[in-house]
């Protein structure tokens, strides 16, 4: 027998596969990224926070955050690509220490 918690978890995971499946239909950037991973990664996240936080937002809202989620996904996966020195340069431009 399933859980409340976990049928929640479900939905909420079925709504969040539906907005990565519409944020790779509308950036193609995001479809480097590996959906079953990215579904895992939610996955974790909702056992840590409520599913009951994303239930009640609408498609924009809940495709916004999954989004962001997705940048940040994407962002580790072109820095994994950095030598060391690639790395540094990114740090000091994103601090602002960085010239030419």
Do not use: C, H
């Not at 495709?63 to 030598?83: G, N, Q």
């Amino acid at each position: 027998m399933m859980t409340q918690a976990s049928v929640e978890k479900n939905t909420a995971l079925k709504r969040i596969s539906e907005a990565i499946d519409q944020v790779m239909e509308s950036k193609s950037i995001y479809q480097e990224l590996d959906k079953n991973q990215l579904i895992q990664t939610f996955s974790t996240l909702l056992d840590r926070v409520s599913p009951q936080i994303l239930l009640p937002l609408n498609d924009e809202r809940l495709k916004k955050r999954v989004r962001r989620v997705m940048a940040t996904e994407l962002l580790s996966t072109i820095l994994d690509d950095f030598t060391p020195e690639e790395k540094e340069m990114f740090n000091a431009a994103v601090e602002g220490r960085w010239e030419r």
